[in-house]
């Protein structure tokens, strides 16, 4: 079945340090690609997508490409930020158009030291 | 304006009982979602509603476990003759349709603690 793989946590790093965090899948057809982020005390709320091979999601400074040839989808920021602290979630969905049904990886938490 | 309210946000009860979580969706938000997150573990589907019925139930993992939806909106997790290993994070989400373009949002969840 579907899988998620995702870096193990808990991640530590200075204010405005570069970051990555990886995520790998295991999936068949054409899933669509997630990252949802946890903040303390929060729900779960949508990061950035991609829906296709090669789309770039991006959202508050974070990035991610769908890449099909290493069925990898890692997440990155170039200068991170003390808010930016928070449990994050790689995620897929089995097809190109539902929501329902999403594979989370096991989270990673990021906490940014001032 | 509101997001998903889950509650209660915290339930404790003694093995063996039967429990009722209840998620409220976004007003207007046709699709509902549960899932479980166990300790140190990422959301596990249960259960997708669009609209009243079930349109996915593959991930309930026994027939203790059952979900409803009566009138398309509030949805209640039943659980029956609760065990140990039931305790967890019970996430509810909705979304405006199934569409890719209509993103999940989830409440707090209720924490589940069975003793």
């Known amino acids: 079945g579907d899988s998620v793989t995702q870096m193990e946590g808990p991640v530590t790093l200075s204010e405005e340090a570069f970051l990555t965090i990886n995520c790998t899948y295991t999936?068949?057809?054409?899933?669509?690609l997630f990252w949802y982020v946890q903040y303390p005390g929060e729900g779960l709320q949508l990061l950035l997508k991609?829906?296709?091979?090669?789309d770039k999601g991006s959202n508050k400074g974070f990035e991610a490409t769908y890449r099909k040839e290493t069925t990898s989808f890692h997440l990155e920021k170039g200068s991170v930020q003390v808010s930016d602290s928070a449990v994050y979630f790689c995620?897929?969905?089995?097809?190109?158009?539902?929501?329902?049904?999403?594979?989370f990886g096991t989270g990673t938490r990021l906490t940014i030291i001032p | 304006g509101a997001g998903v309210s889950q509650t209660p946000s915290n339930k404790v009860t003694e093995k063996g009982k039967y429990v009722e979580l209840r998620c409220d969706p976004i007003?207007?938000?046709?699709?509902l979602y549960w899932y479980r997150q166990s300790l140190g573990q990422g959301p596990e589907f249960l259960i997708y509603?669009?609209?009243?019925?079930?349109?996915?139930d593959s991930g309930l993992p026994n027939d203790r476990f059952f979900a409803v939806r009566p009138e398309g909106s509030v949805s209640t997790l039943k659980i029956q003759r609760t065990e140990r290993g039931d305790s967890a994070v019970y996430l509810c989400?909705?979304?405006?349709?199934?569409?890719?373009?209509?993103?999940?949002?989830f409440g707090n969840g209720t924490r589940l603690t069975v003793t």
């Open positions: 999936a068949t057809g054409y899933p669509s």
């Open positions: 989400a909705s979304s405006f349709n199934r569409g890719g373009n209509s993103p999940l949002h």
């Open positions: 509603f669009q609209g009243t019925g079930a349109a996915d």
């Open positions: 995620a897929l969905s089995p097809s190109n158009f539902g929501n329902e049904k999403l594979t």
């Open positions: 007003s207007g938000h046709t699709a």
């Open positions: 991609a829906t296709k091979a090669d």
